[in-house]
């Protein structure tokens, strides 16, 4: 008995070991839970998008060519643009293009009455004539249009060619003025459509058809 117990004692002895080193050891590893999901970035990215959309600015529009100053009614369609009295001789040429013809700049002399001492210029398109003045010869302005083909149209879809009913309900307010003869053209009919103060002035020949021969315009002063 004496032999056998100091035996039995080491054996106990090396068994504690072994189990406390083992604990050791399979306490260094992590515990793992897989029912637990990394973080995501899907609240960020929603954010980022929301930043994005938030901070894009709405398309520019590009202004149209020609201002329009006071009235449209005097003026002519060109593709989206209107061409009208008072408008500059570059903003002209740069809507309706380079003319078929132009004259050369010119001082009006005294026999042109209100006109005397100003520069005059005239540009001319297929049924079309722009007449220009000015006080210097840099600075020129539409101050009367002529058509007398039905190539170009008012503002108010109007041209050569057109019925004097057709004409009536683009204007309601035009009036009758007087019978007159144009390059010996008797009994051709004048209506004419004026408003307020503006100084702007349309002229429409009528035929004994009712059909419109000539459309003027222009820009009336002292």
């Known amino acids: 008995m004496k032999i056998i117990s100091p035996i039995i004692i080491c054996v106990i ?45 709405p398309p520019v529009s590009t202004p149209e060519l020609g201002n329009i100053k006071e009235d449209k009614y005097y003026s002519i369609k060109y593709k989206q643009s209107l061409v009208q009295l008072r408008d500059d001789e570059k903003t002209v040429v740069h809507i309706l293009g380079e003319p078929d013809e132009a004259s050369q700049v010119k001082q009006l002399g005294d026999g042109a009455d209100t006109f005397s001492g100003m520069y005059s210029k005239d540009l ?25 083909k039905n190539e170009y149209e008012t503002s108010e879809g109007i041209k ?12 309601s307010n035009i009036k009758y003025e007087k019978l007159k003869t144009i390059e010996n053209k008797p009994n051709l009919k004048i209506y004419e459509y004026f408003q307020g103060d503006f100084g702007f002035f349309a002229e429409f020949i009528v035929d004994e058809s009712d ?9 009336l002063f002292d």
């Open 160 to 171: 050569v060619g057109d019925h004097l009913e057709k004409l009536k309900n683009a204007y």
């Open 13 to 57: 002895l090396l068994l504690i070991v072994g189990c406390s080193d083992f604990k050791e050891k399979n306490s260094s590893i992590p515990a793992t839970n897989s029912s637990i999901e990394p973080p995501t970035t899907i609240a960020n990215t929603e954010s980022d998008s929301t930043e994005e959309a938030v901070s894009t600015d």
């Open 211 to 219: 059909v419109i021969e000539e459309i003027h315009m222009y820009f």
């Open 124 to 148: 001319y398109y297929s049924g079309l004539t722009l007449k220009f003045l000015g006080m210097e010869k840099s600075s020129l302005w539409l101050s009367e249009i002529i058509l007398d």
